[in-house]
T-cell receptor
Framework: ETGVTQSPTHLIKTRGQQVTLRCSSQ?????VSWYQQALGQGPQFIFQ???????GRGNFPPRFSGLQFPNYSSELNVNALELDDSALYLC?????????????FGEGSWLTVV | AQTVTQSQPEMSVQEAETVTLSCTYD???????LFWYKQPPSRQMILVIR??????QNATENRFSVNFQKAAKSFSLKISDSQLGDAAMYFC??????????????FGKGTSLLVTP
């Protein structure tokens, strides 16, 4: 167990809808990252939040947005869902935004867009 | 952007034997970190081992060790005395020391490891 929890575990949405995924980071961790993992692929970095501010973003469109709250939990929001958004969404947390710190992953949220 | 390549989509090993998973990466940076993550069917990514690029000594964690060749940009994982519980997807990942990257992990496509009795 890494102490990183995500919800919901599975969900199904219709194309064009909006979705919110949630993540509670490990106790004491102030940095949260989100990754998208399509079937048969490695995870792709979406963005990172450090102390409630976005401080790094991958090659994802603006309809992917996020929040980090004062308790360091986080949300990933995706608007105008497309079929290709179907994937496992992984949340990861670490203490401070250092390249040397270990990153701990949650078990992910499976999103299916129909 | 740094590219991580895992050229073996699938590997198979017998229980108690040794297997090596390959990984190469492309970067112009001199300071970075490399990782191997294991992803079992539960889908949770579990850190297996990490290597700092500035360290010449290869990292070792119990039955897991790496062969880090910085000049060749190669980072292979050796699993000794393979166990049934080692069966999983294994991902190689690169992490820059440059803060502009957000310290993102760049993953390869993974290698599926099958362990046979």
């Amino acid at each position: 167990e890494t102490g990183v929890t995500q919800s919901p575990t599975h969900l199904i949405k219709t194309r064009g809808q909006q979705v919110t995924l949630r993540c509670s980071s490990q106790s004491g961790h102030n940095t949260v990252s989100w990754y998208q993992q399509a079937l048969g692929q490695g995870p792709q970095f979406i963005f990172q939040y450090y102390r409630e501010e976005e401080n790094g973003r991958g090659n994802f469109p603006p309809r992917f947005s996020g929040l980090q709250f004062p308790n360091y939990s986080s949300e990933l929001n995706v608007n105008a869902l497309e079929l290709d958004d179907s994937a496992l969404y992984l949340c990861a947390s670490s203490f401070e935004r250092s390249s040397g710190n270990t990153i701990y992953f949650g078990e992910g949220s499976w999103l299916t867009v129909v | 952007a740094q590219t991580v390549t895992q050229s073996q989509p699938e590997m198979s090993v017998q229980e108690a034997e040794t297997v090596t998973l390959s990984c190469t990466y492309d970067t112009s940076e001199s300071d970075y970190y490399l990782f191997w993550y294991k992803q079992p069917p539960s889908r949770q990514m579990i850190l297996v081992i990490r290597q700092e690029a500035y360290k010449q000594q290869n990292a070792t964690e119990n039955r897991f060790s790496v062969n880090f060749q910085k000049a060749a940009k190669s980072f292979s994982l050796k699993i000794s005395d393979s166990q049934l519980g080692d069966a999983a997807m294994y991902f190689c990942a690169y992490r820059s020391s440059n803060s502009n990257s957000g310290y993102a992990l760049n993953f390869g496509k993974g290698t599926s490891l099958l362990v046979t009795p």
